[in-house]
């Protein structure tokens, strides 16, 4: 079975500063790997995923991830914080490539931005 | 297209009663989640639905939580009877068919309903 684990509930820095937010999962086949970003009061969406291939992903609003199959990791990072870029961050794991796969969530990530 | 559609988005109700969220997924998209929020226990996974049919309900807190999906564009998550701690956020979310290069596991999710047992 798949899980997700999210260090750190709560991670704040200053606007202009690195963010890197932290995933390790765990799946007994290759995995496909999501973040998702969550703003106040709305669902989740898409920021971005891996799927095959590189293992550098680009996703939105400047932000990337690296899949780290020896790591069993996929970590987000963005180099310069912005103050609209606080939000909750969720990582989440599919086994399957198709529409019937079980997607699973971690525990999600706040993010702060300090002016 | 408007998206994941889901009502109420809001409902207080009092312990007992039976809730009844309802959700429209995007058109021709061929499976749907149903996941719970709170902060105690983040989000979770309830049940999904692939070509309307349940195929994990696992995550299903217990029989007064039921699910089902008379049709590709429509979903009912039940709870009767219901107790304060049903109180959470409720979103529904869908994805489309195809293979992996066409998003085939990417969710789109709905605003989500607000729910709080007194």
């Known amino acids: 079975a798949q899980s997700v684990t999210q260090l750190g509930s709560h991670v704040s820095v200053s606007e202009g500063a690195l963010v890197l937010l932290r995933c390790n999962y765990s799946?007994?086949?290759?995995?496909?790997l999501f973040w998702y970003v969550q703003y106040p009061n709305q669902g989740l969406q898409l920021l971005l995923k891996?799927?095959?291939?590189?293992?550098l992903v680009k996703g939105i609003n400047g932000f990337e991830a690296e899949f780290k199959k020896s790591e069993t990791s996929f970590h987000l990072t963005k180099p310069s914080a912005h103050m609209s870029d606080a939000a909750e961050y969720f990582c989440a794991v599919s086994d399957l490539p198709s529409s019937a796969s079980k997607i699973i969530f971690g525990s999600g990530t706040r993010l702060s931005i300090r002016p | 297209d408007a998206g994941v559609i889901q009502s109420p988005r809001h409902e207080v109700t009092e312990m007992g009663q039976e809730v009844t969220l309802r959700c429209k997924p995007i058109s021709g998209h061929n499976s749907l989640f149903w996941y719970r929020q709170t902060m105690m226990r983040g989000l979770e996974l309830l049940i999904y639905f692939n070509n309307n049919v349940p195929i994990d309900d696992s995550g299903m807190p217990e029989d007064r939580f039921s699910a089902k999906m008379p049709n590709a564009s429509f979903s009912t998550l039940k709870i009767q009877p219901s107790e304060p701690r049903d109180s959470a956020v409720y979103f529904c979310?869908?994805?489309?068919?195809?293979?992996?290069?066409?998003?085939?596991?990417?969710?789109?999710f709905g605003a989500g309903s607000r729910l709080t047992v007194l």
């Open positions: 979310a869908s994805t489309p068919g195809g293979g992996v290069r066409s998003g085939a596991n990417v969710l789109t």
């Open positions: 891996y799927t095959t291939g590189a293992t």
């Open positions: 799946s007994s086949v290759p995995p496909y």
